[in-house]
């Protein structure tokens, strides 16, 4: 006996996707008893496919918030230290970047000017001769397409601007002294280069490339530097720690990183007669203003 398909086990179109098969035993009339199976399609209840809102809904723990804090606080130990890094190296680069342009300038202008140094435009005490042509912050700009400080005297530099006259890492707080006739000085020139209208020239520094010409600072009014000016901002540890960094242009033009140790050595304020490392004192004999 052939047996045909029941119409209920044809798939129709449309027909539901959630389906189940029940199978029965259905009486022969003849006497016999066949098995077929008998195909019908259900929809399955909507209760058991339907998650409701409050079985959707997982809140955390307290102990899941705690871990999760706990992960947070961790990160942050680790990477913080490392963006800080990252800034101040950041940092540290732009300030050399300024020296060197300064540097640029410098031997510019010493091509110019018969190999003599620009003046230090000190004043007595904590004053400047803003009018100098020949004073450092007058003379070099221009070689930087720069003005000079006296034509910027009505918007003097501030800490936070982006420009050769500024250190990066000098805190911006610095400019509430910034007031008329009173300048920020992020850069300061070796104060033995320069002696009271007596224009030093460069054949007689003895070593020029271990002689400061600029070095870091953060004074008010004060145009020069020596080694208690200088503010070393760079390196891993606090500010002005014997382990931390300054830059410093030398006089012929290139630029160095040291520690305060090794600035504030004696030696950084005397001319060693054979081969200094690194000195303010231009020639044997040297003293300042």
Excluded at 214 to 226: D, G, K, L
């Amino acid at each position: 006996m052939h047996l045909l398909p029941h119409p209920a086990s044809v798939r129709l179109p449309g027909a539901s996707l959630f389906s189940h098969t029940a199978r029965s035993i259905v009486g022969c009339p003849t006497g016999g008893s066949v098995h077929l199976w008998k195909m019908r399609t259900e929809p399955l209840n909507p209760r058991l496919l339907l998650v409701t809102n409050r079985q959707c809904r997982s809140g955390f723990t307290l102990v899941e918030v705690l871990v999760v804090i706990v992960i947070i606080a961790i990160l942050a130990a680790i990477l913080l230290p490392a963006f800080h890094g990252a800034r101040r190296k950041s940092q540290q680069t732009a300030s050399m970047n300024n020296l060197r342009q300064w540097g640029v300038a410098l031997v510019a202008s010493l091509a110019d000017n018969n190999n003599t140094f620009p003046a230090d435009g000190q004043s007595s005490g904590a004053n400047i001769h803003l009018d100098q042509p020949e004073a450092w912050f007058n003379r070099l700009p221009p070689y930087m397409q720069e003005k000079s400080l006296l034509d910027r005297s009505s918007t003097p530099p501030k800490a936070g601007e982006k420009s050769v006259w500024i250190n990066p890492a000098v805190p911006v707080s610095l400019n509430k002294e910034v007031k008329e006739n009173r300048f920020l000085f992020c850069y300061g020139m070796n104060y033995f280069l320069y002696k009271k209208d007596k224009f030093l020239s460069l054949p007689l520094i003895e070593y020029p490339g271990n002689t400061v010409f600029m070095a870091e600072t953060n004074q008010i009014n004060y145009s020069v530097c020596n080694p208690t000016f200088i503010q070393s901002y760079y390196g891993e540890g606090p500010p002005n720690a014997p382990d931390s960094i300054a830059n410093f242009l030398f006089c012929d033009g290139h630029v160095v990183a040291l520690t305060r140790k090794q600035f504030t050595d004696n030696k950084a304020v005397t001319n060693d007669p054979i081969d200094p490392q690194f000195t303010f004192v231009p020639y044997t004999g040297a003293t300042a203003n």
